[in-house]
C-alpha cells in the first residue's frame, strides 16, 4: 500500500472523528438542558399504619368480621396460585408443600409425610386456628423463621379471609367461624 493510500484512509478516519465530536458539542449547545433550582418532584407518602390526615392509625378490622363478610370462591380463585405446591383434595399428596385438606384445626406442621422446617417442628404444638392461618398468610417468612415456603404472603386482610374460608370448607365438618 502506497503513503499516499494510507493518508487517504487515516485522513478520513481522522475528518470522520472530528465531525462526530463537532456535533456533539453542537448538539449539546442547541439542546442544553437547565438545571432546576430545587431537583425533582415531593412525592407525599403517608407512613404505614397512619392516615394522611390525622396522623393516628387506621382502625383494622378484626378477623371475625372479615370472615364474615368472606367469599369462599374468591378464597378459591385466590388459592389456584397454591394449587403449584399444595395439594387441596381429601387424602391428596404432599407436593412441594403439605396437603391442606383439613388444614383448619390441625395441629401446626402435623401433615403425615411431609418433611417439615425446624421453625414448624417448633410450633407443632398450636392448632392453626383463623388467628394463625391469618398471621401465616400475611407474612409466612415473618411467621415461622426459617421457612422452606417462598411465598411473600398475602397483604389485603379480606383476600386473606377469603383463602382461610375456603380452607376451612375444605373438612369433612368445617370449623364454626368466631362471632363478628
Not at 465530536?21 to 437547565?34: C, I
Not at 392509625?57 to 378464597?75: C, E, F, Q, T
Not at 395441629?107 to 417448633?122: C, H, L, P, R, V
Request: hydrophobic share 45%; aromatic share 8%.
Amino acid at each position: 500500500m502506497e503513503s499516499f493510500e494510507f493518508n487517504k484512509i487515516a485522513g478520513a478516519v481522522l475528518a470522520t472523528a472530528l465531525l462526530v465530536l463537532g456535533l456533539k458539542n453542537f448538539g449539546s449547545e442547541l439542546f442544553r438542558a437547565e438545571t432546576p433550582e430545587k431537583p425533582g418532584f415531593a412525592i407525599q407518602v403517608a407512613e404505614v399504619g397512619k392516615t394522611a390526615g390525622d396522623g393516628a392509625a387506621p382502625a383494622a378490622v378484626p378477623l371475625p368480621v372479615l370472615l364474615a363478610k368472606a367469599d369462599k370462591d374468591k378464597g378459591m380463585a385466590s388459592a389456584k396460585a397454591c394449587a403449584a405446591c399444595h395439594d387441596f383434595t381429601k387424602g391428596g399428596p404432599n407436593k412441594v408443600g403439605p396437603a391442606l385438606y383439613g388444614v383448619v384445626g390441625r395441629k401446626i406442621g402435623s401433615e403425615a409425610g411431609f418433611a417439615y422446617s425446624d421453625g414448624f417442628k417448633a410450633m407443632a404444638d398450636k392448632p392453626w386456628n383463623f388467628d394463625e392461618l391469618d398471621a401465616w398468610l400475611k407474612a409466612p417468612k415473618e411467621y415461622i423463621k426459617g421457612t422452606k415456603m417462598a411465598f411473600a404472603g398475602i397483604s389485603n386482610a379480606q383476600d386473606r379471609a377469603n383463602v382461610i374460608l375456603y380452607l376451612n370448607s375444605l373438612a369433612d365438618t368445617p370449623v364454626p367461624l368466631p362471632k363478628p
